[in-house]
Nanobody
Framework: QVQLEESGGGSVQTGGSLRLSCAGSGFNFSSSTMAWFRQAPGKEREFLGY????????RYLDSLNGRFTISRDNAKKTVHLDMNNLESEDTAVYYC?????????????????WGRGTQVTVSS
């Protein structure tokens, strides 16, 4: 049974930092591109970035301006999203997703497995 479980969400003040983690099981984690998305109230789910199976390639949403970083530990089957200088506009439910293959995607439809999400709330 495939499982992706996010953790690390919570409330933080503007300008603060958070690290989200996502633990995967039930699929070939080390051969899968992993990605993070988010969905704010009333908005569509938005691609934030992906990391290749090896960790050697990453890509991010341009508007993040380098504030977010994705990393992975294949031995622990875990992917992380480090978020810095958080803004109120970052308030959303954050999801990790797995493509199930080695290819790189930005589109939601290309990700086969999804976590349930973790809430991040940024306030002043």
């Amino acid at each position: 049974q495939v499982q992706l479980e996010e953790s690390g969400g919570g409330s933080v003040q503007t300008g603060g930092s958070l690290r989200l983690s996502c633990a995967g099981s039930g699929f070939n984690f080390s051969s899968s591109t992993m990605a993070w998305f988010r969905q704010a109230p009333g908005k569509e789910r938005e691609f934030l970035g992906y990391i290749s199976w090896s960790g050697g390639t990453t890509r991010y949403l341009d508007s993040l301006n380098g504030r977010f970083t994705i990393s992975r530990d294949n031995a622990k089957k875990t992917v992380h999203l480090d978020m810095n200088n958080l803004e109120s506009e970052d308030t959303a439910v954050y999801y990790c997703a797995a493509s199930g293959n080695i290819y790189y995607y930005t589109g939601i439809q290309n990700y086969k497995y999804w976590g349930r999400g973790t809430q991040v709330t940024v306030s002043s």
